[in-house]
């Protein structure tokens, strides 16, 4: 299943928060990829070319040789076992850190990118939505904020897949309308993945147009391209 | 990872979808299980003896031998590797079904269960949350019957975790104040479920107190016990 010695392609769109969380693990990784912009307001994931890449209509789409991966949290689950890390210490590890990528979908995903959306077009919702939305995020990040409390990353001791996909949507906190100082825990766990080499917030690492990326920093010191 | 001699037992509520996901998969890879009753209107699930299972304080938690696994996707993957089928034909076909399980993850189960909830409990929410929830719940069964007019399961030739996970939420359909006779694809493909040895609906499949689960029917057609 792994093409290590394949290219990759990252189809995404610079103000989506799983092509970011897919952009940051490719950058966490080292791993340097040719960008596609989708542009996703005009339509171009309704075309029939790009649903014949993704069957969803969605970005990110990363396509490694011959196989294309959708779904952001299976690409984290992929990208680890192809670089090799991150992926949690041990089977016990590895299952963890898919347990947490599972809560972050099911539990901080569909409310917090929401709550940012309606809080930047108000007029497509309404305060009852929004109150709803705003109110399983803030479960979420009080859940997260008291997870992080004992321990420095998600799972065992050091960075996995949990932490970047769980990452990523806190990663637009204060988009959606939150202060991250209202969360201890969380920002200590900030300021410590902004100290992993290669890591960058979306605004600096995303491409608004098509791209080939060299990253600066590679894991193993080589240059990436 | 896998420990194919160990008994399973399954912690969950008779009335969660997502235990039903995990007691349906065990069904259909005819798996006996000892069945553990959590009570969730009681709290049970908010004790620190039961936090120590699982950190997240949700129901299904999964025990096998020494593994305790949660989160109802994570606990499919893992009982197709152990039982060795459902998991999707091939790299490609595995890569798929996992696409599909997060596909449900993010675009069914956050507002189908919402709105079933919302429509048992009206005065926990407002029309125009309610509103809101059946919306989105509407768009992904469109986009399921749509994907299912020109096959016959989600992924390859057979039935996979794929279906397995993307039908526990469309079981409470009804109850979420949906027809599916307005799926006509969707309706085909449950009656195809339907045929599968070991299937069953919610209310007949998963017990309202501790029980000893022996499947009447296995897939090898041994007896359970």
């Given at each position: 299943?792994?093409?290590?010695?394949?290219?990759?392609?990252?189809y995404g769109h610079w103000l989506s928060g799983p092509c970011y969380k897919v952009g940051l693990m490719l950058a966490l990784c080292g791993l340097p990829y040719e960008y596609r912009s989708v542009d996703l307001l005009g339509g171009a994931n309704r075309t029939d070319a790009f649903l014949a890449i993704n069957r969803f209509g969605e970005?990110?789409?990363?396509?490694?040789?011959?196989?294309?991966?959708?779904?952001?949290?299976?690409?984290?689950?992929?990208?680890?076992?192809?670089a090799g890390g991150l992926a949690g210490e041990g089977a016990?590890?590895?299952?963890?850190?898919?347990?947490?990528?599972?809560w972050g979908a099911d539990r901080l995903k569909p409310y917090i990118y929401r709550t940012r959306t309606f809080r930047h077009f108000p007029e497509r919702s309404s305060p009852q939505?929004?109150?709803?939305?705003?109110?399983?995020?803030?479960?979420?990040?009080a859940f997260l904020d008291r997870s992080?409390?004992?321990?420095?990353?998600?799972?065992?001791?050091?960075?996995?897949?949990?932490d970047v996909g769980c990452w990523a949507p806190v990663a637009y906190l204060q988009e959606a309308g939150f202060d991250q100082a209202d969360y201890p825990n969380i920002?200590?766990?900030?300021?410590?993945?902004?100290?992993?080499?290669?890591?960058a917030l979306p605004h600096a690492l995303m491409p608004k147009a098509d791209a080939t990326v060299r990253l600066a920093h590679h894991r193993d010191g080589a240059d990436a391209t």
């Open positions: 299943m792994v093409q290590s010695g394949a290219r990759f392609t990252l970005v990110p789409v990363l396509r490694h040789g011959s196989l294309t991966l959708v779904q952001s949290n299976v690409i984290l689950e992929y990208l680890a076992a192809v016990a590890g590895a299952l963890q850190a898919k347990e947490w990528l599972a939505v929004v109150d709803y939305l705003r109110g399983a995020t803030a479960d979420a990040l992080l409390s004992s321990r420095p990353w998600l799972v065992g001791e050091g960075p996995t897949i949990a920002s200590a766990w900030a300021a410590r993945l902004g100290e992993l080499r290669g890591f």
